[in-house]
């Protein structure tokens, strides 16, 4: 079955700080695709990214910044130079080929500090 | 375009009532989901539909239950609420049937139930 995992629970980092959040996925199925969502204190999800299984290149945005390794099932995502308004939770979410749902981690709450 | 919404916004309950979180959306998605999210346990999924008539059970779909007569509206109800359903719920759609395609969440349903 498909598993998510964010082992940092939280994480703390002053203003213009560099910080990676890691993500590391099980599945079976060749064929997956991996998305990340930021939840920022007012509850909304935001969708930031999605990669499928077969597009390893790594993705910038401005600040952000995602590195997808199949050889380590991992997809983490990097902010440069972090601003107070990145502070969210941010889920990892992965869900497999055909009609199935997707399946997110726990996520890891960013507290940037001025 | 409205998107995904929920109502209510905000339900307090007492053990052993009933109610239903209503969820709609007006861009002809094919797929929705409704997921619970609680401290520390990221985005749970309970119930999810690939198409009108059509529905299936998620992690965590036991006190609740769901129905799609049309593709617009998936309502998810609490037959006999219980104080271990207090938690935020999420409706989310995406279009299509397969899973590659982005989740559009609604603003969520915070539910107390005492």
């Known amino acids: 079955a498909q598993k998510v995992t964010q082992a940092q629970t939280e994480i703390s980092v002053v203003e213009k700080e560099d910080v990676t959040l890691d993500c590391v996925y099980e599945t079976r199925d060749t064929t997956y695709y991996l998305f990340w969502y930021k939840q920022p204190p007012s509850g909304e999800l935001v969708f930031l990214i999605r990669?499928?299984?077969?597009?390893?290149q790594n993705e910038i945005s401005g600040r952000y910044s995602w590195n997808f390794q199949k050889s380590t099932s991992s997809f983490n995502f990097t902010i440069t130079a972090s601003q107070v308004v990145d502070s969210a939770v941010y889920f990892c979410?992965?869900?497999?080929?055909?009609?199935?749902?997707?399946?997110f981690g726990k996520g890891t709450r960013l507290s940037v500090i001025a | 375009n409205a998107g995904v919404t929920q109502t209510p916004k905000f339900q307090v309950l007492k053990t052993g009532q009933s109610m239903t979180l209503q969820c709609a959306q007006d861009m002809n998605h094919e797929y929705m989901s409704w997921y619970r999210q609680d401290p520390g346990m990221g985005l749970r999924l309970i119930h999810y539909?690939?198409?009108?008539?059509?529905?299936d059970q998620g992690e965590v779909p036991n006190g609740y239950n769901v129905s799609r007569s049309t593709t617009e509206d998936f309502p998810l109800r609490l037959l006999s609420a219980a104080p271990s359903q207090t938690s935020v719920y999420f409706c989310?759609?995406?279009?299509?049937?397969?899973?590659?395609?982005?989740?559009?969440f609604g603003e969520g349903s915070r539910l107390t139930v005492l």
């Open positions: 539909s690939v198409g009108a008539g059509i529905t």
């Open positions: 979410a992965l869900s497999e080929s055909g009609n199935t749902p997707l399946v």
């Open positions: 989310a759609s995406r279009r299509g049937q397969g899973p590659g395609g982005e989740l559009f």
């Open positions: 990669r499928n299984s077969f597009d390893e």
